[in-house]
């Protein structure tokens, strides 16, 4: 299985709204991220996590708050969302650090 | 600072050569990288260059890279509609955590492709 899973593949929340994104691999890699696409932008890195650790934090806002449950897991979870946060959301995992394998992505949308 | 330039449009008949150029800041990345996203698409590893490399190729595929004018460049042989996309260089400069493989993305290059 070389694959690395996301869900949901959209979502659409209000800014009131409480929800979760999910990443899941099954490639044994032990390093996670979470990256912020902008339409037409590059991918911008918001989280590392290093064997279930959050290792990098790219001064994120608290409205975004990343979880790693288990080396196979990522969730980001988001709790008052601006509509500025629209974006798609990209998972990535790696094993020895050089070869980054991303996740489809989920598209947000926050009206 | 970190910093990846790339040209943002490419355009070419189907048949013909690709080549997507990029420049890069950080002399400590210690791999250089070509991904592909399709639209609506995460990105897809196309290939990466180890930096004591000048080149390498894979099928269609040809990275060559120029250290001391920290210029890196993709090539594609015999380019075909499937290949429309946009193509993002990347670096992991090593004081930027580059051990955990934190990547610095250019702008991208959008190819398009016509039969």
């Known amino acids: 299985d070389t694959e690395v899973t996301q869900t949901p593949k959209h979502l659409v929340m209000g800014m009131t709204n409480k929800k979760s994104l999910k990443c899941e691999q099954h490639m044994g890699h032990r390093a996670m991220y979470w990256y912020k696409q902008k339409a037409k932008k590059p991918p911008e890195l918001m989280f590392v996590y290093s064997y279930e650790k959050l290792s990098i934090n790219e001064s994120v806002p608290s409205r975004f708050s990343p979880e790693c449950p288990n080396s196979s897991l990522l969730n980001l979870h988001l709790h008052a969302l601006q509509p500025e946060d629209s974006a798609l959301y990209l998972c990535a995992s790696s094993s020895r650090g050089y070869e980054q394998f991303f996740g489809p992505g989920t598209r947000l949308t926050v009206l | 600072g970190e910093d990846v330039e790339q040209s943002l449009f490419l355009s070419v008949r189907e048949g013909d050569s690709s080549v997507i150029n990029c420049t890069y800041t950080d002399s400590s990345s210690t791999y250089l990288y070509w991904y592909k996203q399709e639209p609506g698409a995460g990105l897809q590893l196309l290939t990466y260059i180890f930096s004591n490399m000048d080149m390498k190729q894979d099928q269609r595929l040809t990275v060559l890279l120029n250290k001391k004018d920290k210029h890196l460049s993709l090539r594609i042989a015999d380019t075909q509609t499937g290949d429309s996309a946009i193509y993002f260089c990347?670096?992991?400069?090593?004081?930027?955590?580059?051990?955990?493989?934190?990547?610095?993305f250019g702008k991208g290059t959008k190819l398009s492709v016509k039969p």
């Open positions: 990347a670096e992991n400069p090593m004081n930027y955590g580059g051990s955990q493989g934190n990547l610095i």
